[in-house]
């Protein structure tokens, strides 16, 4: 079984579009999103459409953490959460913080 992990894509769509570019040419078996999602100075929203639209097993990261609780601590959420929409919001309080995917 070939796996792959995206992680910190951080909001930068422009990245993330060759990477999903790439992973079409690839074919994996299963794709697996670590986290640390959209929270980032380029796309946040436009990132987070992409990524949901993969609809591959999804950690929360610390970034989804920060994003929820309103640490505003990080520039890179404050950035963000503006710009994310309500239904954004509600997929991301829907990752799990863990993950099984075999026995």
Do not use: Y
């Amino acid at each position: 079984m070939r796996v792959a992990v995206l992680a910190d894509t951080h909001g930068n769509l422009l990245a993330l579009e060759a990477v999903l570019a790439d992973l079409r040419a690839q074919a994996p078996d299963l794709v697996v999103n670590l986290g640390d999602l959209f929270t980032g100075p380029f796309d946040p929203a436009g990132s987070a459409d992409a990524q949901i639209a993969l609809g591959c097993p999804t950690l929360a990261g610390n970034h989804e953490r920060n994003l929820l609780e309103g640490d505003d601590a990080s520039s890179s959420v404050a950035f963000a959460r503006p710009l994310l929409s309500e239904a954004h919001m509600r997929w991301t309080k829907s990752l799990p913080q863990t993950l099984r995917l075999a026995d």
